[in-house]
């Protein structure tokens, strides 16, 4: 009889559970999961999307200047906009003088057309004293300032009246909108977001070329050496992480500047005859990064590695192959999602570093990162601050999908 009843206890626990328990499964781990989900989105998609959307956003004209927002909407941009437009920006300029917002829409447009600011400070203040216009008010204003009776100025306004525009994301790749509503290229002397992208996208791609060189034997060491020694190194690859990243970058500039502990060891061995230019420049700039961003290289390799057993190498031997011919053919394409997850991970950080290159590059190695912080710290310039920020997001999505078609994202995050 207890026989029996074992058996019974035994196929009831082997039982698949059911469907009101494997509900309830699900809900318990979507609470457990729910404050890390509500956390993410408070603190990383709504301000991503906050950014983004500053990208696009235009309502600086709109709020100042309603009523020309509303002329513009219905004008179709050639020749000059009728008098309904001219007696709509008088009303506008006498309701906004003096307000903050006459000061937004001037910063707006002066992105469009140089002396925009001037021209609405000035037709604002004169505008004040008029109440019936004689000869209308297109009349008055050309008269305030000839430059309202140009198309160029209108179609500058015309531009900048909608609430969203593209005009960051063109001006973010060295494009703009013309007075005719086409896109073209910026003046030569003006493009300088496409060659600072490139720029950052070398400078990640080298840094994160000489972390592979540098981390994977040094992986490949952590695995294979014994313990003791391999606990020492480990603590030496950890190093950099427990020290601030503006004093290992303080520390670089220390070491190699001119009057610097490396131009004096070699000026003192004879090495070289004058201190070498090791800081200020690309070379400072990749040995600093490098130093910074190796541990990302080694410790998703590592983990890896950890994981090969080393029967598959001895395998490979014992049916003849030569070590070398092992090693390519079954133990690098076996870390292939080590290496893909360090060299996405480096790459990303590499191309976001703001610090590093701010203190260490030369003025010619300044990238995306230093353009993004300058327009959003020192010209309040948003919408162009968050237009380079897109294109590099986009750009490091565009590599993330391509690595993960690749090598599988699913490996790459280690989940498979």
């Not at 000839?146 to 525009?165: H, K, N, Q, V, Y």
């Not at 001006?171 to 490139?198: K, N």
């Not at 990243?245 to 001119?258: D, E, N, Y």
């Not at 030569?322 to 292939?336: D, E, N, Q, R, S």
């Given at each position: 009889?207890?026989?029996?009843?074992?058996?019974?206890?035994?196929?009831?626990?082997?039982?698949?559970?059911?469907?009101?328990?494997?509900?309830?499964?699900?809900?318990?781990?979507?609470?457990?999961?729910?404050?890390?989900?509500?956390?993410?989105?408070?603190?990383?998609?709504?301000?991503?999307?906050?950014?983004?959307?500053?990208?696009?956003?235009?309502?600086?004209?709109?709020?100042?200047?309603?009523?020309?927002?509303?002329?513009?909407?219905?004008?179709?941009?050639?020749?000059?906009?009728?008098?309904?437009?001219?007696?709509?920006?008088?009303?506008?300029?006498?309701?906004?003088?003096?307000?903050?917002?006459?000061?937004?829409?001037?910063?707006?447009?002066?992105?469009?057309?140089?002396?925009?600011?001037?021209?609405?400070?000035?037709?604002?203040?004169?505008?004040?004293?008029?109440?019936?216009?004689?000869a209308g008010w297109a009349a008055e204003l050309t008269a305030i300032d000839p430059r309202w009776g140009e198309p160029a100025t209108w179609a500058a306004l015309r531009r900048a009246s909608?609430?969203?525009?593209?005009?960051?994301?063109?001006?973010?790749?060295?494009?703009?909108?013309?007075?005719?509503?086409?896109?073209?290229?910026?003046?030569?002397?003006?493009?300088?977001?496409?060659?600072?992208?490139?720029?950052?996208?070398?400078?990640?791609?080298?840094?994160?070329?000489?972390?592979?060189?540098?981390?994977?034997?040094?992986?490949?060491?952590?695995?294979?050496?014994?313990?003791?020694?391999?606990?020492?190194?480990?603590?030496?690859?950890?190093?950099?992480?427990?020290?601030?990243?503006?004093?290992?970058?303080?520390?670089?500039?220390?070491?190699?500047?001119?009057?610097?502990?490396?131009?004096?060891?070699?000026?003192?061995?004879?090495?070289?005859?004058?201190?070498?230019?090791?800081?200020?420049?690309?070379?400072?700039?990749?040995?600093?990064?490098?130093?910074?961003?190796?541990?990302?290289?080694?410790?998703?390799?590592?983990?890896?590695?950890?994981?090969?057993?080393?029967?598959?190498?001895?395998?490979?031997?014992?049916?003849?192959?030569?070590?070398?011919?092992?090693?390519?053919?079954?133990?690098?394409?076996?870390?292939?999602?080590?290496?893909?997850?360090?060299?996405?991970?480096?790459?990303?950080?590499?191309?976001?570093?703001?610090?590093?290159?701010?203190?260490?590059?030369?003025?010619?190695?300044?990238?995306?990162?230093?353009?993004?912080?300058?327009?959003?710290?020192?010209?309040?310039?948003?919408?162009?601050?968050?237009?380079?920020?897109?294109?590099?997001?986009?750009?490091?999505?565009?590599?993330?999908?391509?690595?993960?078609?690749?090598?599988?994202?699913?490996?790459?995050?280690?989940?498979?």
């Amino acid at each position: 009889m207890a026989t029996t009843t074992e058996a019974m206890e035994g196929a009831s626990a082997l039982a698949p559970p059911s469907l009101s328990s494997r509900a309830k499964a699900r809900m318990v781990s979507a609470l457990l999961i729910a404050p890390l989900v509500l956390f993410l989105t408070l603190v990383f998609v709504l301000p991503l999307g906050g950014m983004l959307f500053h990208a696009v956003e235009n309502g600086e004209v709109g709020e100042a200047l309603p009523g020309v927002a509303a002329e513009m909407r219905g004008w179709t941009g050639e020749g000059l906009p009728p008098e309904s437009a001219y007696a709509a920006l008088a009303r506008d300029l006498k309701a906004a003088y003096r307000e903050p917002r006459l000061g937004e829409a001037s910063r707006r447009l002066n992105y469009e057309r140089s002396g925009y600011r001037a021209l609405l400070t000035r037709t604002a203040r004169s505008v004040r004293a008029i109440d019936r216009p004689q000869a209308g008010w297109a009349a008055e204003l050309t008269a305030i300032d000839p430059r309202w009776g140009e198309p160029a100025t209108w179609a500058a306004l015309r531009r900048a009246s909608p609430p969203l525009t593209p005009y960051y994301l063109l001006t973010a790749l060295d494009l703009r909108m013309d007075d005719s509503g086409s896109i073209v290229r910026a003046p030569a002397e003006e493009r300088i977001y496409i060659d600072t992208l490139g720029r950052t996208l070398w400078i990640g791609f080298v840094t994160t070329l000489l972390c592979f060189v540098l981390g994977f034997p040094l992986a490949h060491a952590l695995v294979s050496l014994p313990r003791g020694f391999a606990s020492v190194l480990m603590v030496c690859v950890l190093l950099p992480f427990w020290t601030s990243l503006l004093v290992r970058t303080s520390a670089w500039i220390v070491v190699l500047q001119k009057e610097g502990v490396l131009n004096g060891l070699l000026t003192r061995l004879g090495i070289v005859d004058a201190p070498l230019e090791l800081v200020f420049n690309r070379f400072g700039l990749y040995v600093a990064m490098v130093h910074i961003l190796l541990p990302f290289m080694i410790l998703p390799i590592l983990s890896v590695m950890k994981g090969i057993s080393p029967s598959y190498m001895r395998a490979s031997a014992s049916l003849g192959a030569h070590p070398a011919v092992g090693f390519l053919k079954i133990y690098l394409p076996m870390t292939l999602p080590g290496v893909g997850a360090g060299c996405l991970m480096t790459f990303i950080i590499g191309v976001g570093y703001y610090i590093t290159p701010s203190l260490v590059g030369g003025a010619r190695d300044q990238m995306t990162s230093y353009f993004i912080a300058y327009y959003a710290n020192t010209t309040i310039n948003w919408g162009l601050s968050s237009a380079l920020g897109a294109i590099l997001l986009a750009c490091i999505m565009l590599l993330y999908a391509t690595v993960g078609r690749l090598i599988g994202v699913g490996r790459i995050a280690g989940i498979q």
